[in-house]
């Protein structure tokens, strides 16, 4: 295919909207580029001015999916700004709670988003007709997710009781033990999901990057705390996060590109497996052999693989951490933290990857300076580079018009961007 044209409207996002363009002449690529076309939300110039423990309510807002983590690394950051530190037990609830969003955000992804490619339908409608128990599996396993949030932290979405200073409500041990219940229920739902993936084939697409994800002193596969650890090499404290990212702002998107020195990276799934292989419990490092996933992965559409076995990571760990809470006697009091000038940072593992949290306060606690980097704005530029190899492949191979739309539809779905649940979120013209 000597000649082609690309041209996607819309991409269409939780937070906003965006295209993709690709322009081929004499069999090369002329032009590529992932735009991102919805003007900017302006969360951090909302918080500037607000005081400090007013942040997770809002932030929590910037996405309803990763509700849990904005509201986390915002809790991080701000009692990182106010010299607080929390005790461990209230660590072990929000990293519980994070497994549970983790779960049902990565279970959402690769069976309702990335599961219809492999079946060659068009969404998971048609799939609750031909293949009703793979629907079903899938949604038991994303109750899992929303309800342990809803349990133990007042409502699926936009947790009520995560506040700076701790938790404002403390779970009774009878709602852990109900966590505990749906947790050791989900084993074999996720071991039937393995059996699935494994026998599904991702296209073939060798696209080696830099890696970024937390990785913490402790032998926890991380997703709450820890140094921020680049695949070659780079290791830097979370105050530290400017000094290995850069972000610049490009003609073609509303959304800044992010890079380290070496150039732009991925985030992510298979950042995290990347990273913190080593810390798998012995059922994920077993689910990641049964479906090929190895250290040495460099296939973006890995990122669905790594998903599931952080799927099950995420129920080892969180059957650890209710085993942990049940033991504690008497739950840690509740008090608002004294409001002060500081400057906090954090980094939490969302679904989709780093995200950071930077906030800079008065003498009255009150923002004078928000900074928040959220991870599908650092994989653009990585999608972009993905993009030029996949279709240079395709190019070169002869493909056809249909099998070049698909491939690229699926490229952008094994990122997980933050893209509408629409059948129809990529649309894709060639002429």
């Not at 590529?32 to 400090?52: A, K, Q, T, W």
């Not at 749906?182 to 084939?201: G, I, N, P, Y």
């Not at 030029?388 to 099998?403: A, I, L, P, Q, T």
């Amino acid at each position: 295919m000597k000649k082609l044209e690309v041209d996607v409207h819309h991409l269409t996002r939780v937070e906003g909207h965006g295209n993709i363009k690709v322009r081929v002449s004499d069999g090369k690529i002329e032009d590529l580029r992932l735009e991102i076309v919805e003007s900017p939300r302006f969360f951090e110039s909302m918080l500037v001015g607000r005081y400090i423990d007013e942040v997770p309510h809002i932030t929590a807002r910037i996405c309803g999916i990763c509700a849990l983590g904005h509201t986390t690394a915002a809790v991080r950051a701000a009692e990182n700004a106010l010299g607080w530190t929390p005790p461990e037990e209230v660590m072990m609830l929000r990293r519980l709670l994070l497994d549970g969003e983790t779960i049902q955000s990565h279970i959402l992804h690769v069976y309702f988003l990335a599961a219809p490619d492999f079946f060659n339908v068009g969404s998971v409608i048609p799939l609750a007709t031909s293949h009703p128990e793979v629907v079903k599996r899938a949604l038991r396993l994303k109750k899992l997710g929303n309800h342990t949030c809803e349990i133990l932290a007042g409502r699926k979405i936009h947790p009520v009781s995560m506040a700076v200073g701790g938790f404002t409500h403390w779970p009774t041990k009878s709602q852990f033990l109900q966590v505990k219940e749906m947790l050791l229920q989900s084993r074999e739902d996720l071991d039937e999901t393995v059996k699935l993936f494994a026998t599904l084939e991702p296209p073939a697409l060798e696209s080696p990057t830099e890696y970024i994800a937390l990785r913490s002193d402790s032998d926890r596969y991380e997703f709450v705390e820890g140094r921020v650890v680049s695949s070659s090499g780079d290791s830097v404290s979370e105050e530290e996060y400017l000094d290995l990212i850069t972000e610049k702002t490009v003609a073609h998107s509303s959304a800044r590109h992010a890079s380290t020195e070496r150039g732009c990276y991925a985030v992510g799934a298979l950042a995290r497996y990347k990273i913190n292989h080593d810390r798998l419990s012995p059922w994920a490092a077993k689910g990641a052999k049964a479906m090929g996933l190895t250290p040495d992965a460099v296939n973006p559409f890995h990122n669905n693989t790594a998903q599931i076995v952080e799927s099950m990571q995420c129920v080892e760990e969180g059957l650890e951490m209710v085993e942990k809470l049940l033991d504690v006697d008497q739950p840690p009091v509740y008090a608002p933290l004294e409001k002060k000038a500081g400057v906090g940072t954090a980094a939490v593992e969302v679904p989709r990857g780093i995200l950071f949290h930077h906030y800079e306060t008065d003498d009255r606690g009150v923002i004078t300076k928000a900074n928040c980097i959220i991870p599908t704005g650092q994989n653009q530029a990585n999608i972009e580079m993905d993009l030029h190899r996949f279709v240079g492949n395709m190019v070169k191979g002869g493909k056809s018009e249909d099998e070049v739309r698909h491939a690229c539809e699926m490229l952008v779905r094994a990122y997980d961007p933050c893209i509408s649940c629409s059948a129809h979120f990529l649309e894709v013209e060639l002429v």
